[in-house]
């Protein structure tokens, strides 16, 4: 009979492993290998300090290992070894897992002393987040009208290079916010304010949010993003957000017929605000400046028209379980919809 060879095993074993290699180069846009903020960037730090400290300890037990199964193992007319006790060896391996343990638990350890104590700036942007089954909801302080609060949903405007203090707060249930890119994880819990780390974004880009708390059904689709941009675009975003009279659409046009429904025949208005509008409902997202958002659902599609008609019409379609609003698609005809999807995507920075 042929021995039994290992080529077959060991091919196997290459092929995985630079399959798993080559899935490692994929890029996503939840990863924390790109950080954009300071505090992503001390969270990565940490991250390989960890990662290169676990690599040489399974290094070190693997080639220990793999050096006793060879050194000691049955050759033909001898049996394996049997060794019994060695107080060195045993003295060593525990001291040695001690050591590791301290070395990783002190960095860790400072790091979290100094994450939950760092000052917020005299400048900083203050924003309280909300979770919301299942949608965020944004309010910065100090920034609506008249030093009050200005609202928005899903999607959040940072300057770049300005310090960011985020309080988490849910009305329901546990959620946790969490921007790879940027900062997180950390709950939303319904009852307490959780503090995020002040930090400061350092890259203009549009960062991906998730709600990493197992939230209920719609709970993978609760998503949000993040778009830090240049002080000047961010200022004109908060001015716009805050004009107190929106001009009114041309009268027959498609904007103003997608307003009247909004408003009157729809009903939307009751569940959600479009500052400078009638529109003044609170229990739906803020849709003050929707032209402006590059998502629709709570970041799970691209705000293009058509997924913007498909969420109006018939959101749980789109994300089942959404809570709620209603389907429009029964009460509203094909044309009203459309209208009133030409509206929201006019609502710009002009
Ligand atoms: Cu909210 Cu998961």
Redesign the pocket.
């Given at each position: 009979m042929p021995r039994p060879t290992l080529i077959r095993p060991t091919l196997l074993a290459v092929a995985l492993m630079a399959i798993a290699v080559g899935m490692a180069a994929c890029t996503s846009p939840l990863t924390t290998f790109e950080p954009a903020s300071d505090a992503a960037d001390r969270i990565l730090s940490l991250y390989i300090l960890i990662t290169v400290a676990a690599s040489i300890v399974g290094i070190l037990v693997l080639g220990a290992m793999a050096y006793i199964l060879i050194k000691f193992r049955a050759r033909p007319g001898r049996k394996a070894q049997q060794i019994h006790g060695n107080n060195k060896l045993e003295i060593a391996w525990t001291i040695a897992p001690i050591l590791v343990l301290v070395a990783i638990a002190i960095p860790t350890m400072v790091w979290i002393a100094t994450s939950s104590s760092r000052a917020v700036a005299d400048d900083a942007i203050l924003v309280t987040a909300t979770?919301y089954?299942?949608w965020f909801e944004f309010e910065y302080e100090g920034l609506g009208p008249d030093g009050g609060t200005l609202v928005t949903a899903n999607e959040l405007h940072l300057p770049v290079g300005r310090q960011v203090a985020i309080e988490l707060r849910s009305v329901d249930?546990i959620?946790?916010f969490w921007v790879p890119a940027l900062i997180g994880k950390t709950d939303m819990v319904p009852n307490r304010e959780n503090r995020l780390e002040p930090f400061v974004p350092n890259e203009i880009g549009e960062f991906w949010g998730q709600?990493?708390?197992?939230?209920?059904v719609a709970?993978a689709n609760?998503r949000f993003r993040v778009h830090v941009e240049s002080l000047a675009d961010f200022d004109a975003w908060v001015a716009e957000m805050n004009e107190q009279t929106r001009a009114d659409p041309e009268p027959g046009s498609a904007e103003a017929r997608g307003k009247r429904v909004f408003e009157v025949l729809g009903g939307c208005a009751a569940c959600h605000t479009i500052a400078g509008t009638a529109a003044a409902g609170r229990i739906g997202p803020d849709l003050t400046l929707f032209g402006e958002r590059t998502t629709v659902g709570a970041g799970i599609l691209p705000a293009t028209d058509e997924n913007v008609r498909a969420w109006v019409s018939d959101l749980r379609s789109v994300k089942p379980g959404a809570r709620f609003m209603p389907t429009f698609a029964d009460t509203l005809s094909e044309a009203q919809i459309a209208d009133v999807v030409t509206y929201l995507k006019s609502l710009r920075v002009p």
């Open positions: 979770g089954q299942w249930v959620h946790s709600c990493a708390e197992f939230c209920g709970h609760m």
